[in-house]
Nanobody, 128 residues
């Protein structure tokens, strides 16, 4: 069983920065991929970024490329999301999530998954 605990949310003005942390525990094979998924009021969940714990390969959503950065500290079993140049449209609840793989494949076509198996409780990020 995988447990995830997020921290670091809050309120910031547009153009500012925030850093989120996610402490993860549980069997390694169930959390080979860690990600951040956000959900704004009235909108569908959106995968923001994910990272392979094995090779540190990252998958960033187009909406945050160049502004957000996902990273990991294996020694601390922690994944981070550094958010810069924040915009009001980044306002959402941010969830840390985990799964055994970062991609879903149909035949030869693979894409970064957003339907992670394990989820944290979420942390609010508000940009005004």
């Amino acid at each position: 069983h995988v447990q995830l605990v997020e921290s670091g949310g809050g309120s910031v003005q547009a153009g500012g920065s925030l850093s989120l942390s996610c402490a993860v525990s549980g069997p390694a094979h169930l959390k080979n991929c860690m990600g951040w998924v956000r959900q704004a009021p009235g909108k569908e969940r959106e995968r923001v970024a994910s990272i392979s714990i094995i090779n540190s390969y990252t998958y960033d959503a187009d909406s945050v490329k160049g502004r957000f950065s996902i990273s990991q500290d294996k020694s601390k079993n922690t994944v981070y999301l550094q958010m810069n140049s924040l915009k009001p449209e980044d306002t959402a609840i941010y969830y840390c999530a985990a799964d055994s793989e970062c991609t879903t494949c149909y035949g030869t076509y693979c894409y970064p998954k957003s339907d992670f198996r394990y989820w944290g409780q979420g942390t609010q990020v508000t940009v005004s």
